[in-house]
């Protein structure tokens, strides 16, 4: 279920996509010839292939590998009208796993019989056991939640194709069903066991229980150059229609749409960049479009809480009245129907569980800044600039190189900030560097980036609880980036995780959102648009999913 305000998006998004022929998905009734090879282009290049590792933080990783090699209990798939979506059971499964709640939670996975790795040896319940372990008892983990609450995962002794899962007394998880699959899949214990599972996978890895596989293994990866992907011919399923699918990384989002209208590439999913809304306006573009704001994406100016000046309240605060978000909003996606700045750290994709009033506050109001800064100690200078004992009040934010909105989006928080009185650097830096090193380690200041979900689940404890602040106490897991610490946020973003009952998930998530905006812990600033672009050369079931991305049905694609 959808808010109103997702629903208006929607619907101005979908009005454009009718007016200029874009299409929600091509045909998956028309048939489909086997064989070919395609190239796709990709904004992003994974730091690494390890999706339990804090590496693995760039999105592109998990659309283009992990969505099409690792086996998952659940996917995400559409239901009813377009932004409806729902967990459905894949075919790992049996059947449906069973849940029980009472006097803890249980949850009894049946495997299906003919599910096996593509070294022909079936997937079984010490799978889940030996994926359960890496996550819940390892160091430099991407995020534990879900995991960490487990009591006990075993095998049943009669069936290793049954395995039961039974959580701690008191150790709920309401996103149960984005267990053993969204970023993380289920991995081969027969493979990893005795093994450093982030050396053996992090540049690629042999195995697969997908449709796909890394072509040669590792060799699949060329550092710098592209991802490629084959059929996996062990696959139980429906098997792959394409030979081979190649991911070109082209961080420069112009070139790379460049190179789709030239044909060098056959599909794209860019960043909604000035100048592809431009293309897609002028109806001059080849091919098919599908563009979506019921994303699972949120873009946001996030701050480092424990580096200064934002260790400050009163400066994080002070920079929420500096900005004018809704005019940056509406310059980059006015014609796409976007035009106000978000109030929520949730997507639009599970925006029922949002409470945007917190941040509506935060427009520009000069008073309000220099009460604000007053209150630490700053003064505008002779250049108009805010400082405190001969410093001035200055700081950088990070983002990755090569997109050309992401420049224009800072350029514009540049100029409205400098106007306010602050002093800002931009630096631009490659995304390996920015989801690999810089954000997990802390090392800036400020950043914009996407958080793109990978469950249909909506806790933001990984985001903003304390205890996922990567330090050396935690084996530095966790992706609180921002530092975040909260101490009446923390219950109820653990509430969201941990509560079954949905209204009350509802309500404690409205009011941790409230401490989030009351703390100006960072700045939301907008759904981020969908944009997927490909030929009229693919055919097939060919359709963007907010949570698993544009590559989730790309067994079923063929090339005319």
Not at 68 to 73: D, E, I, K, Y
Not at 163 to 178: D, H, I, L, R
Not at 185 to 211: C, E, M, N, W
Not at 465 to 473: E, F, H, L, M, Y
Request: charged letters at 25%.
């Amino acid at each position: 279920m959808t808010t109103n305000r997702s629903r208006k998006l929607a619907l101005a998004l979908l009005l454009l996509v009718a007016l200029f022929m874009a299409a929600c998905s091509s045909g998956s009734d028309e048939k489909v010839s086997t064989g070919g090879k395609i190239t796709i282009g990709a904004d992003q290049e994974p730091d690494c292939l390890d999706f339990i590792g804090s590496c693995s933080g760039a999105s592109w990783g998990y659309w283009t590998v992990a969505v099409n090699t690792l086996p998952r209990v659940y996917s995400v798939e559409r239901v009813g009208d377009k932004d409806e979506w729902e967990n459905v059971i894949t075919n790992l499964m049996a059947k449906e796993p069973e849940l029980e709640t009472d006097p803890v939670q249980k949850i009894t996975y049946t495997i299906s019989e003919d599910a096996v790795w593509s070294d022909g040896k079936p997937i079984v319940g010490q799978d889940f056991v030996y994926t359960w372990d890496q996550i819940a008892n390892t160091d430099d983990v991407y995020d534990k939640t879900g995991y960490e609450g487990i009591d006990s995962v075993v095998v049943d002794k009669d069936d290793d194709k049954v395995v039961v899962v039974t959580y701690k007394k008191g150790e709920n998880f309401a996103g149960w069903q984005g267990l053993f699959g969204g970023n993380y899949g289920v991995l081969p214990s027969h493979i990893l066991k005795g093994k450093d599972r982030a050396q053996a996978t992090a540049d690629g890895y042999d195995f697969s229980g997908g449709p796909f596989k890394l072509k040669g293994g590792a060799a699949g990866w060329k550092k710098g150059e592209s991802i490629t992907l084959v059929r996996n011919d062990k696959y139980w399923g429906d098997k792959a229609k394409l030979d081979e699918v190649v991911f070109r990384f082209q961080a420069d989002t112009t070139a790379q749409f460049t190179a789709y209208k030239a044909g060098e590439v056959l599909a794209i999913y860019p960043q909604p960049q000035i100048d592809v809304i431009d293309s897609i306006n002028s109806g001059g573009l080849p091919g098919k479009q599908e563009i979506n704001a019921v994303t699972g994406n949120l873009e946001a100016l996030w701050l480092n809480n424990e580096a200064a000046p934002f260790d400050d309240i009163n400066v994080r605060q002070a920079l929420g009245y500096s900005m004018d978000r809704d005019a940056l909003v509406k310059a980059l996606f006015g014609d796409i129907g976007v035009e106000k700045a978000v109030h929520s750290f949730l997507a639009p994709v599970v925006s029922e569980f949002s409470e945007p009033e917190g941040f509506k506050k935060f427009k520009p109001d000069a008073k309000k800044v220099e009460e604000l800064l007053g209150k630490s100690g700053y003064t505008k200078n002779s250049q108009g600039i805010y400082a405190k004992g001969g410093q001035e009040l200055s700081f950088a934010i990070h983002t990755n190189e090569g997109n050309q909105r992401r420049k224009l989006t800072l350029e514009t928080l540049q100029k409205q900030l400098q106007d306010a009185g602050w002093k800002v650097e931009l630096k631009f830096v490659p995304a390996g560097d920015l989801f690999g090193t810089i954000g997990p380690e802390g090392t800036f200041q400020a950043a914009l980036y996407a958080q793109v979900l990978t469950t249909l689940d909506p806790g933001n404890c990984l985001l903003f609880c304390s205890k996922n602040i990567p330090t050396a106490a935690n084996g530095n897991s966790g992706n609180n980036w921002t530092r975040t610490n909260i101490p009446d946020a923390d219950p109820q973003l653990a509430k969201v995780d941990n509560e079954l009952d949905r209204d009350k998930r509802i309500e404690a998530s409205k009011k941790s959102e409230k401490f989030l905006a009351q703390d100006a812990t960072s700045y939301p600033l907008d759904p981020l648009p969908n944009i997927f672009l490909w030929s009229d050369k693919l055919t097939g079931d060919i359709d963007e999913n907010p949570i698993m991305g544009p590559f989730w049905t790309l067994s079923k694609w063929g090339l005319k």
